[in-house]
């Protein structure tokens, strides 16, 4: 990784390509830099030129932030006294490494590289936008970023919410949506996709600081289109967060507060007043990327995001140059991971000759000898967390506590845990303090134990003599109303973690070979696209389809909002999968048995129409999940009943045929026909666009056409958001309605009837339209039997639950287990294109090793005091115990690679003979004592 780099010049073409690279100086050599942070306690203050002292304060010398990577300190020239003015320098005799060097000067560098990923990021909207809502004039007006930094415990007022202007606490806040965002008038026309959920997240942070804050948010539509993110705005709903459809004139200082002027949609004129107002402000294209589409001869939207289109939405319109994140367009962070691994996916075919030339393993110190013999030394780090564990949690007390318990050699806190400079200072201290087992009390293991048995293995331990405890989840998240609780319970948790350390072991890891294939299952968009990009990278694999031939729900779609062809890229798609040598397709076929492990499944295929199909078993090392969705057809509004009633693809099909009436003289749609809180309890993503799709061709044909459609939010984010407005210019009519008050559909003969409440004329209002156009939701195909089949979780909605939303949004639980598509969630074409691509990126991983690393926490089995009663293999619900013959007696084994530790045979067997790796009977009781002996003393 290069930091503090220029980006000035891109030659050549895909493939051999030279990037000409301006290396600024740091001022500070990172290798030599402790982070000790004495250079910036005797370094002059600068002021920034934000309005808010208190989010402005910096120095020359800082780290961006707490969990800054590298988090080195470097100095920013700008405002450096030495570098600009030639006095100074009290920092260089104040470092005690002798990192700071102030004769470090520019390095010009040529880098050879076969491709480019283009990821800068996302720029800040001008405050000049900001400035009718006294922005800069008011302290107490702050955007959604600062007030973010508000909120941490490294912020300005330590995570305690305040006002700027005199330090009182907030008791009414609003939050203003769309700030910046969908705005002609400073030109973003666009929706930036992640301002109402960001809001609503920084809201419900606001009242688990402060229960009893009134906050209200201002919005024009509520955008929570993201798999299951309807249910926050529902949580924030039950807990008294209020929100207002509503377009914000201007804020004002009044009396103390500010006043919002603002305007319903009913056309009424209406004034609040509150401490604090919080500006959801969007996301604009980078201030460079100008610069960056002329030096690399890319094109750009008219918003200035990088231009891409429905079918290749990471390549731009240069060859070997992909983009990913914010700057191929407004988008959140799961999106923005997956679209990274999208990306490599793409960069990988690009270089898959140079593949495994050059590449550096990482390599660790001798792993210490750690016996029963050796004298037990446990360290124990309690987190912070910012404030998301210290605001109730008093961790120095539970730190305290811990360095008198038996057998801790050390103990400490840290601000963040899982910073660099923490991670170093914990394996620095391992190894200064010779610990020979780890206990962490901080947040969730399931997102950081991995990094933390990282750092035991940099420091020579085994990376399971480490225990982790959740203080976060179990402790401060719960009990936010009660700190002496939760206290007392963290060191309850900590006192066990303690106890079991000190009985755990080393245990050994193991490798086993990759099977170089994989299966796919599902032949529309998803699985062609997944199959395709390893295909390209190499790898073969077996596409399995129910159906009789290739496409999903792509066979019902004709064109993009865009207006390209759907039925053009599908047949390029199956061209390519046909003519691809090391890609089988396999239709009127399903799944009916696995079996396995990542990089070694063995998977049964049932072919045929008839009853008695051909069963194959192949062999493969991963398996891609793409089994696709399809319309959901709810049993309302006369669906099904009147001939004048359809879906919206059923008029998408229509209005691609000749017939002359096929845009109908007068239509009424009807947003989240049966989803968000009906038979369908979530939004499906794609049905806005699809009625801003057919509206729009609608008008194309008959100008004259009256189109009215019935709305509850228009979630037409991103650049959809031009057709919204295309639509509105054409004159369509979009009124919206209230969850308790729907439109009530009825047939009346050969005629339907549409009965509804205009929130905006304020009365009732019947028609009698040509036509009625439901935008239904999707529904996945046929997750319960398949989740059944590979052990996979899925969703209260039956879709397929990922390993983590944010960190791990392809990963499925299962090791070797990938999604995409309509089978993770309803999302539009070029997002499951992405979404595909990501998939075949991580599947191609272990493909590429050659060999998997194998957790060693599973079951073993002591043969002495097995009994062969197979038990444990008639309920291991992964196939991982096998009965072998020893010495011509029946013992249960353990397969390792499939085993996942879920403890099922250990607690079922009748002897006591199986145990798990990491807890053993021994550790648990010892948890069990730990706990117990302290009630004891209590009483006493």
Known sequence: MITNADFLALEGEAGDYTAKLNIRPRYIDADACTACGLCTQYCPKHHSDSYNEGLSITRP?????????????????????????????????????????????PEARDLKIGAVILSPGFGKIAESTLEKFSYGKHPDVVTAYEYERMTTASGPFLGEIKCFSDGRHPKSMAFIQCVGSRDLGCDNGYCSSVCCMYAIKEALVTKEHDPEVDITIYYMDIRTQGKDFDAARERAENIGIKFVRAKVADVTPW??????????????????????????????????????????????????????????????????????????????????????????????????????????????????SVTDEDEVRIGVFVCHCGINISSVVDCPDVANEAGGMENVAYYTENLYSC??????????????????????????????????????????????????????????????????????????????????????????????????????????????????????????????????????????????????????HLKSLTTKVEKANNIEVMLNSELVETAGFVGNFSSVIATGKTKKKKETTYDHGVVVVATGGHEYRPKMYELGKSKKVCTQQELETKLEGRAKNRAPNSIVMIQCAGSRGDDLGYCSKVCCNHAMKNVLKIKEINPDSQVIVLYRDIRTYGFAEDAYLEARKKGVIFIPYEVDRKPVVSSKGTKVQVDFFDSIMQEDVSMTPDLVAL?????????????????????ANKFFLEAHVKLRPIEMAVEGVYVCGLAHGPKPIDETIVQAQAAAAKAAMPLVNGKVKVDPIVSTVDQEDCIGCGICTSLCP???????????KRKAFTIAASCKACGICAAHCPTFAISMGGFTNEQLISQIEAFGNKKEKVEA
């Open 878 to 888: 992964y196939g991982a115990i096998t009965m072998v013959k020893i010495e011509k």
């Open 61 to 105: 010398i800082h780290i961006d932030y707490a969990q800054a990577v590298p988090a080195t300190y470097y100095i920013d020239p700008s405002s450096c006294m030495f570098l600009q003015h030639d006095t100074c320098q009290i920092c260089v005799p104040v470092c005690q490494s002798h990192a700071i060097n102030f004769s470090q000067k």
């Open 775 to 795: 935008s239904v939701g999707l529904v996945p195909n046929s997750t319960d039997e398949l989740s059944k089949l590979l052990k996979l979780p899925v969703t």
């Open 255 to 368: 009396d103390n507060h500010l006043k919002l002027t603002y305007s319903t949609l009913d056309g009424q004129h209406k004034f609040d007043a509150h401490d604090m107002v919080v500006l959801s402000v969007g996301l604009e294209s980078p201030k460079d990327a100008q610069k960056i589409a002329d030096i690399t001869k890319i094109d750009l939207n008219k918003y200035d995001f990088c231009k891409t289109g429905t079918f290749t939405p990471l390549e731009t319109s240069k060859k070997g140059i992909v983009v990913a994140g914010a700057f191929q367009g407004p988008k959140d962070i799961p999106e923005s991971a997956t679209q990274a691994s999208g990306a490599a996916a793409l960069a990988a075919v690009t270089l898959k000759k140079q593949r495994g030339k050059g590449t550096v393993l990482k390599e660790y110190p001798e792993e210490l």
């Open 419 to 568: 910073s660099q400079d923490a991670q170093e200072q914990i394996k620095q201290t391992i190894i200064d303090k010779k610990l020979n087992r780890v206990v962490i009390a901080a947040c969730s293991p399931r997102t950081h134990e991995p990094l933390f048995q990282e750092t035991l293995k940099d420091a020579g331990l085994n990376r399971n003599l480490f225990e982790m405890v959740n203080i976060r989840d179990q402790c401060s998240w719960v009990h936010a109303n009660e700190p002496e609780e939760a206290t007392q319970k963290s060191k309850d948790l900590v006192r066990m973690a303690v106890h079991k350390a000190a009985h755990i072991q080393p245990l050994p890891e193991q490798t086993v070979p990759v099977t170089p294939k994989a299966l796919v299952l599902g032949a529309g968009v998803a699985g062609m696209t997944a199959a395709l990009s390893l295909a390209d990278q190499g790898f073969p694999s077996i596409i399995v389809e129910k159906g009789d031939k290739v496409g999903g729900q792509m066979l019902n779609l004709k064109n993009t909002l865009n207006g390209e062809s759907i039925a053009a």
